[in-house]
């Protein structure tokens, strides 16, 4: 509660993220005892301190100091207060819960990036002369980087009952988050009308407003994102769903994750393309991480030397995890699509760019898939790619570009099952991504290995329906027609693979693509095209 914008969470919300795993009648007694333990120890302070009703539970403000609010407020205090940049959040707080370990890394990271900034400010006050009584002025000093911004207005809530009326601010937050791990952002939360003025410094360059609708009818929830424009002071557009109550606790509907995808992709487009509309912003690191990766998806040498050499200069004038993340992921390109040769210097410097960015920042869920297929796909380090994977989806369960790739990694160690499980997650996640196609892809690779040989086909050619190009959903859907004994269909793919590949014709070459570490299934891909490519 202390943490929150208005000290403030629902009763649902305390409940998920502190016994995620009890039915609501259990977790519902286990939050009134707490209350209770609570309001015994606080005695006579209790109702001075703590608001509680049927809803939800609240710190009075006025009668609490929190650091984690004063030093944002006055950065002069981390010294008073002994707060070093490597000081932990909530340090050693231990709660046996993974929905509140994951909100607590989430948290974790906001600070981190929240402290830098707070220190650099209190570089750059002026230090007060001991015999001056001046008041000082703390002024912020100035950053070079151009970013995206956007404000988060009050939510519209409209017949939500207490386990509904937390899923605007989920679906808000989820949207800040998701957002945030492609491209510098800055949030201006105006959700609470009693936030101290100080802390909107700036805002008014915000260019967007973002709000969620959420309108309840008997057991029947609509829930409307909308997206404003601060330049034109207009409604941009906006999204809706209708989903039952039902369904957004059905752990298999991901509804809410779904719905963040869906509009943190169009977001990002309409951003990149209001950008490239107005001639005179520049293309910025604002730009760049999305930019970057939708470029690698293009699959050609071009794009891809256009990619690094983007990235190269990010990485110079805007020293981020990010970019590195990326340099380093583009790698598995030259090893999978053939587009160039990973030499030893590349690869050592692969590597390296890959322990630097886990070294620098390990709280950007993009970051740490980027690396973790990096580690996995192209030097074969499956342990550490499967750290780096579970690291991702604890940080952030939205993000269908993290599920594929752990998908992915599953697949390259054995574990057919969870792969397969992982990939049709990230297609229902990534339906409106520019990637797409991607996630089918890796849904035609397990597809594969549990032995469903029609979907591999069907989400095969879905890949390949949206960009021609990919190798490697050819190659899968050569494999699938070869098991399926059909042989001029699955001679016409191998002819269009050699056109990009040719060295795909070299048996050394084909395990080389596949890249599976099991040997006899290795050998059942090898042998279902054999026919064909001999």
């Known amino acids: ?29 286990s ?44 950065p002069a205090q981390l010294s008073v207060l002994g707060i070093e940049p490597e000081t932990e959040l909530l340090e050693g707080i231990d709660i046996r819960d993974e929905e509140f370990e994951e ?36 002024v912020a000093p100035y950053n070079p980087e151009p970013r995206s911004s956007l404000g988060i207005l009050p939510n519209i809530q409209q017949g939500c009952d207490a386990s509904t009326m ?23 939360d105006l959700r609470d009308a009693e936030t101290p003025s100080d802390r909107f410094l700036g805002a008014y360059e915000t260019e967007y407003y973002i709000r969620v609708r959420t309108l309840q009818v008997h ?46 992709d169009r977001l990002a487009k309409f951003i990149l393309r209001s950008r490239q509309r107005d001639t005179r912003q520049t293309p910025g690191p604002m730009l760049a991480g999305y930019t970057a990766l939708n470029m690698m998806f293009r699959l050609d040498r071009n794009s891809l030397s256009n990619t690094e050499a983007i990235l190269n200069l990010m990485i110079e004038r805007y020293p981020d995890t990010l970019y590195t993340s990326l340099q380093a992921y583009a790698a598995s390109f030259k090893v999978g699509e053939n587009l160039g040769t990973l030499d030893a210097f590349s690869a050592n410097e692969t ?134 004994g059909r042989r001029d269909e699955a001679q016409d793919v191998y002819k269009s693979l050699l056109l990009t590949d040719p060295q795909f014709a070299d048996h050394e070459v084909q395990k080389e693509r596949f890249r599976i570490s099991q040997k006899e299934k290795e050998a059942t891909l090898i042998e279902a095209i054999k026919r064909y490519t001999e």
């Not at 202390?2 to 519902?28: C, G, I, M, N």
């Open 1 to 29: 509660m202390a943490l929150a914008p208005r000290r403030e969470r629902t009763r649902v919300w305390l409940r998920d993220k502190l016994w995620s795993q009890s039915d609501e009648e259990k977790s519902s007694t």
């Open 31 to 74: 939050l009134r005892q707490l209350i209770f333990e609570l309001r015994k120890d606080l005695g006579g302070l209790s109702d001075g301190i703590l608001r509680v009703d049927r809803n939800s539970i609240a710190l009075r403000d006025n009668a609490l100091w929190i650091d984690y609010w004063v030093v944002q407020d006055d």
């Open 103 to 138: 909100w607590l890394l989430f948290e974790r990271q906001l600070w981190q990036d929240k402290a830098a900034a707070l220190f650099e400010q209190q570089k750059n006050t002026p230090k007060p002369n001991p015999g001056s009584r001046s008041v000082q002025v703390l």
């Open 166 to 188: 937390h899923l605007a601010d989920r679906l808000l937050e989820g949207i800040a988050q998701n957002l945030s791990e492609l491209q510098p952002v800055d949030i201006y």
């Open 219 to 264: 057991k029947s929830l609509t829930l409307t994102f909308f997206l404003y424009s601060a330049a034109h002071m207009a409604l941009e557009w906006s999204q809706s769903i209708q989903v039952s109550v039902d369904e957004l606790y059905d752990p298999d509907a991901n509804v809410i994750s779904g719905f963040v995808s869906q509009n943190v």
């Open 351 to 484: 590597s390296r760019l890959a322990r630097k960015a886990l070294n620098d920042n390990p709280f950007n869920a993009i970051s740490l898939a980027c690396l973790g297929h990096t580690m996995g796909y192209v030097f074969r380090d499956h342990e550490r790619a499967g750290d780096l994977l579970e690291k991702a989806l604890n940080l952030n369960r939205n993000q269908a570009f993290v599920w594929d790739h752990y998908a992915l990694h599953k697949l390259y160690i054995g574990d057919y099952a969870a792969a397969h499980k992982a990939a049709k997650r990230a297609v229902y996640l990534g339906g409106f991504s520019p990637i797409s196609y991607s996630y089918d892809t890796t849904l035609a690779m397990t597809s594969t290995m549990i032995g469903d040989s029609r979907q591999a086909i069907v989400a095969a050619r879905n890949a390949l329906g949206k960009q021609p190009r990919f190798n490697a959903a050819k190659r899968y859907l050569l494999v699938n027609l070869g098991l399926e």
